[in-house]
């Protein structure tokens, strides 16, 4: 009895578990006895990430410390997650305060504008009755803004698009015909929103601002027609700046065509105030509404439901055909 009491105990003693014998040796034993591998918890790769619960002399750690080890790991996982949280809120604050940002500056300006319209007015208009050059090109500059001058324009794109198979000029077509028809609906809205003086019938500086309720107040005392209290915001501006935006966006390899296209989009806008039609806060928004028309159209377009808006002949009639994915 003693005997094997003995034996036990020395067997115990020459453990590789206690002795201090290297881990692989513990693993090789595993495997050679009843051919069980290591769980991969307890795996014997000594990276920070695979850690064994044993101590650099093969003894098991305190209990304590592969607890500590797991609720190590367990804390950094939270911080990570709120880091990543954190992130995200700062991403959506942002999303929503350059828009902020971007239109109290709009407004802004528009306020600044209106206060100097008359004052700005006098020095544009003043400008071209002093020059017989700009007098001469001022009509033919501000027709540029004329509705069916970007409907001729971009259906001349359409047309070429079916005739060369140009993707480009047909994406320049649709999207052009599509903004125009935006920035003038929006337009149309403001105009009849705020009923402003235009310039050459303009009873007070900077024009009066009759509101909606003109055209109930058309018998009493107003003189003309509406025509002349739909200053605000400039027809011609959004529509020129929308067809500049189109070839700007379509077109964008080439810087030229973006020069080209805002340099005439601002002549457009400065022949209005010429022309005795517009204040010049008039045209700001209505290049704002030409600028933000197109790219309102360029992101439905490529949304997973687009929305076209493509002309259409029957044989007899030509009209616009609006077509919905669903």
């Excluded at 402003?196 to 900077?206: F, L």
């Amino acid at each position: 009895m003693k005997v094997s009491l003995l034996l036990a105990a020395l067997c115990f003693v020459s453990s590789p578990w206690l002795s201090g014998a290297p881990n692989d040796s513990v693993a090789t034993s595993a495997i050679d006895r009843w051919g069980i591998r290591p769980n991969p918890i307890f795996s014997f790769d000594n990276s920070p990430a695979h850690r064994p619960p044993f101590s650099h002399d093969g003894r098991l750690k305190p209990l304590r410390d592969n607890v500590s080890m797991v609720f190590d790991r367990q804390q950094t996982s939270s911080t990570s997650e709120r880091a990543q949280d954190h992130n995200d809120l700062s991403d959506q604050s942002s999303s929503y305060f350059k828009p902020t940002l971007f239109a109290g500056g709009a407004l802004a300006i528009t306020a600044v504008l209106i206060k100097t319209d008359q004052q700005t007015y006098n020095i544009i208009h003043g400008w071209r009755r002093t020059s017989d050059p700009v007098e001469d090109v001022s009509p033919v500059i501000t027709n540029l803004g004329d509705g069916r001058a970007s409907i001729a324009i971009f259906g001349g794109f359409l047309a070429y698009s079916y005739l060369e198979k140009d993707r480009s000029a047909f994406q320049a077509g649709k999207v052009g015909l599509e903004s125009f028809l935006v920035s003038g609906i929006v337009t149309q809205i403001l105009k009849h929103t705020f009923g402003r003086e235009r310039p050459s019938a303009a009873t007070q500086s900077g024009g009066r601002w009759n509101g909606a309720f003109l055209l109930l107040n058309q018998g009493s005392g107003k003189r003309g027609s509406y025509a002349q209290y739909d200053s605000f915001p400039s027809g011609h501006t959004a529509t020129i700046f929308a067809a500049a935006t189109t070839l700007s966006e379509i077109y964008g390899n080439s810087p030229w065509v973006s020069y080209a296209s805002y340099t005439v989009a601002s002549s457009v806008a400065i022949s209005r105030i010429m022309e005795q039609t517009h204040w010049l806060s008039d045209c700001f928004v209505g290049g704002l509404i030409g600028y933000f028309s197109t790219q309102v159209v360029l992101h439905v377009n490529h949304s997973a439901k687009p929305v076209a808006l493509l002309p259409s002949y029957d044989g007899q009639h030509v009209g616009l055909s609006l077509n919905v994915g669903l």
